[in-house]
């Protein structure tokens, strides 16, 4: 197990590196200048290169990159163009508002999977296995930017049961587990879930299916088993590529949050992101981008090693 361990954390580092360079090239490539977030239309030019000077913006991209990568070892994210605040100040605060938004919305989204996606792999093609099938397709065809707005139409305006706005009330940005907050997280929480719902809703029921035509599943009938048993030893062997998927979901959830944050004016990292994309923020860019990158390889080698102690045969492999 270490030594699988130790190859997983190497086999990492190289995929971290790439991830870093890709995240800085894809912002430098992007149309437009991020001086002009910095200076106004009218400054004099000696004006402009002094502050391209003073950002590293005058070297070529490998030293910018190099110069970049090395303050990212040690933890300087830089400053941002915007608002002169070091980044990780900002991304902080992001990041956690993000992390409960995902969490929250994975535990309902990978509850519901889980549920709707055993039932409808256990009773294929009776009525609980169309209904099912329905809510999957229902869950990764909606728009969930669309359904954001259509629970907010209705449940913020025209029956005023819960907040549309903000992460607590008065427009905080500061999470606290109470009452007050918690009405705040149901509607983005909903509309984040119904996708990871609809993915693990068809991937569950695809992976019992399959388990519930093996063998060993005819042989457990044979010995006497009852229904309820049975499942058991089916969810033991369906639980390691289930949980594959669901951890890649989570991931997807941290990154791809940005239109419903948005939506929601959730202060997380999406509407960080999308504040940065229109100000043209490079610093912002960067460091959202690459911390969402190295969070979702982090999950990625969790994942792999939850999916080794659970599954034996990855182990003897």
């Known amino acids: 197990m270490l030594v699988y361990l130790v190859k997983r954390v190497l086999y990492a580092i190289p995929i971290a590196l790439a991830v870093g360079f890709v995240c800085f090239m894809l912002v430098q490539i992007a149309p437009g200048d991020p001086i002009n977030a910095i200076v106004p239309p009218d400054a004099p030019q000696e004006v402009v290169e002094q502050v391209r000077r003073d950002y590293g913006l005058d070297k070529p991209l490998p030293v910018q990159f190099a110069l970049w990568l090395g ?3 040690q933890g300087d994210l830089g400053r941002s163009l915007a608002t002169g605040r070091p980044v990780w100040g900002d991304l902080s605060s992001a990041i956690g508002n993000t992390l409960t938004l995902a969490l929250a919305a994975s535990l309902i989204g990978f509850v519901l999977g889980c549920v709707l996606g055993g039932l409808a792999g256990t009773f294929r093609g009776s009525i609980l296995d169309r209904v099912a099938t329905t809510f999957a397709v229902a869950g990764v065809s909606v728009p969930h930017y669309w359904l954001g707005m259509v629970l907010v139409v209705v449940f913020a305006v025209q029956l005023p049961w819960l907040p549309a706005m903000g992460a607590g009330p008065g427009g905080s940005a ?29 991937t569950v029921r695809g992976i019992i299916a399959e388990i519930m035509n093996q063998e060993f599943v005819v042989a457990l009938r044979g010995k006497g088993l009852t229904r309820f048993a049975i499942f058991l030893h089916v969810v033991k062997n369906a639980a ?14 941290m990154g791809g949050s940005i239109l419903v ?10 509407l960080l992101l999308n504040s940065a ?11 959202t981008i690459l911390v969402l990158a ?19 045969r990855i182990k003897r492999a």
């Open 294 to 312: 190295m969070f979702f390889v982090a999950l990625n080698l969790f994942v792999d090693l939850i999916q080794t102690t659970l599954d034996p």
């Open 261 to 270: 944050e948005t939506v929601f004016s959730w202060p997380g990292t999406g």
């Open 71 to 73: 303050k990212v070892v």
């Open 174 to 202: 500061d999470w606290v587990w109470d009452w007050a907050h918690i009405q705040h997280l149901v509607l983005p929480a909903i509309t984040l879930s119904v996708i990871p719902m609809g993915i693990v809703t068809r």
């Open 240 to 253: 390691p590529n289930a949980l594959a998927v669901m951890g890649l979901q989570l991931g997807y959830l």
């Open 277 to 287: 994309i229109f100000q043209r923020d490079m610093p912002v860019l960067q460091g």
